[in-house]
């Protein structure tokens, strides 16, 4: 697909819908977390919010000590754009994917998830084919109730499934409190990961205990990675859309220790339409902007605000007195959930102080296997 700008356009001469990314909050968003987390938990990037290498690479540069990925494709285009650290914070299962996953374990540091025991056999399998090994980590659901086995003595059976194999190397506990990030009280949100905490303890000192060594407990989202930070429990955090913040994130309650992210991800859309003076329609509807976490919100514009979207409409309501939108002119949104809709796009455009700076490739768009 054709990029929607060139290097030098004004940010109102860019075609739409464009994905944006303003570089300057962006920036001050990588900075932000580096001084938040001050030293204290090594960063490990999620790159499913971006799937871009570029942004991983400026990652890395910012101190992350690589990223996390959900899926085998995923990895491959990170490891494919110089990433030499990658986790599939998640179970793959299947022969093709294991095949590609030990296949890239030759080229890269690789970890994985696992929560069956079955799925570590498989695993072992495919590394003594490939002729390579694995980082893996027992999922423990401390929350979520989505992937991992429960806290404690089932977790011990599956490290000590790992540490019986040849080629893979049991690295520690995934324990992502994926539920607990869109908590919306700060004091919810705490408390949540404070129990978390509590069962990755609890579920350390037993695997311990039984002789092996817990190298390493990994977790914690963009909503809060402070918590897991000041509970001691957790040695890596993964947080993945502080650098952009969506909607839904903005709609959080947020203190301190946690730090404030700016907005720095937006659809630039075109008003097509203009039918009367309490509405306008933007080029921008579903296949542009991600709604499940909400519709996205008109940037900057007082009384504007997308009522509704279709395939390829999004329908804004104008307040009374409010500055209204001409036909052709150019609006930000603030999408509702950054991860999908960055899975829409082939490039982000890059614009610093109104002018765009660079065109960034979305290397593991689509990536879903």
């Not at 080229?107 to 498989?122: E, F, S």
């Not at 730090?259 to 009367?276: D, I, W």
Request: glycine share 8%; with cysteine.
């Amino acid at each position: 697909m054709r990029a929607p700008a060139e290097i030098g356009m004004r940010l109102e001469e860019v075609d739409t819908p464009a994905l944006i990314v303003d570089l300057e909050p962006f920036e001050r968003n990588l900075q932000r977390l580096r001084d938040a987390v001050a030293g204290r938990a090594r960063v490990r990037a999620h790159a499913k919010t971006h799937k871009c290498a570029e942004i991983a690479r400026r990652q890395v540069a910012a101190g992350a000590v690589g990223v996390c990925c959900q899926k085998v494709s995923e990895a491959e285009a990170m490891v494919a754009g110089g990433i030499g650290d990658v986790l599939v914070s998640n179970e793959v299962v299947g022969a093709p994917k294991l095949a590609r996953l030990a296949q890239l374990a030759r080229r890269a540091r690789l970890g994985v998830c696992v929560d069956d025991a079955g799925n570590v056999a498989a695993l072992e399998a495919a590394c003594a084919a490939a002729g390579s090994s694995l980082d893996v980590y027992v999922e423990v659901d401390v929350g979520a109730r989505r992937c991992g086995v429960a806290p404690g003595a089932p977790a011990l059976e599956l490290a000590k499934a790992i540490a019986r194999c040849e080629h893979l190397a049991f690295s520690g506990l995934q324990a992502y409190h994926g539920a607990a990030q869109h908590v919306r009280a700060a004091t919810e949100r705490r408390a949540a990961i404070a129990q978390a905490a509590a069962a990755v303890r609890e579920t350390r000192a037993r695997i311990e205990a039984a002789g092996i060594a817990c190298a390493r407990v990994t977790g914690a989202g963009s909503g809060s990675f402070m918590f897991e930070i000041e509970s001691g429990a957790y040695d890596e955090i993964q947080p993945g859309s502080y650098v952009f913040m969506d909607a839904d994130y903005a709609r959080n309650e947020w203190q301190a220790p946690l730090p404030r992210f700016e907005h720095a991800l937006f659809v630039l859309a075109t008003v097509m339409s203009r039918p009367v003076p309490e509405r306008a329609v933007v080029d921008a509807g579903l296949k542009a902007s991600s709604v499940d976490s909400g519709l996205p919100l008109v940037w900057q514009r007082e009384g504007v605000r997308c009522v509704r979207v279709s395939d390829e409409h999004g329908v804004l309501e104008v307040a009374a007195g409010a500055a209204s939108p001409a036909l052709g002119e150019k609006l930000l949104l603030v999408p509702g959930h950054c991860d999908p809709t960055v899975n829409l796009y082939e490039h982000y455009v890059c614009v610093r102080s109104g002018r765009v700076e660079a065109l960034w490739s979305i290397d593991a768009r689509g990536a879903l296997a």
